[in-house]
């Protein structure tokens, strides 16, 4: 539900820039790019990415899996 929420949320120009970038990640290029339809499915899937983003580089940063101390205890 939140993420049809920030999809009908974007803006313009947002909307824009994720149109773009799933066009070109899908192989797209140039004029082309106006040829590729949008997938509400890859359009939700950027979405969560983006708001999580923040949320993995926290727990990368803070290593909270300690691989070379559970490897010791074996």
Do not use: M
């Not at 974007?10 to 066009?23: D, F, G, P, Q, V």
């Amino acid at each position: 539900p939140w993420v049809q929420e920030e999809i009908e949320l974007l803006s313009n120009e947002e909307y824009h820039k994720a149109y773009t970038y799933l066009a070109e990640k899908r192989g797209f290029k140039g004029e082309a790019i106006h040829d590729y339809e949008i997938e509400p499915k890859a359009l939700a899937r950027l979405i969560v990415r983006q708001k999580l983003k923040p949320l993995r580089k926290r727990i990368k940063a803070y290593r909270f899996v300690n691989i070379k101390g559970i490897y010791k205890q074996f």
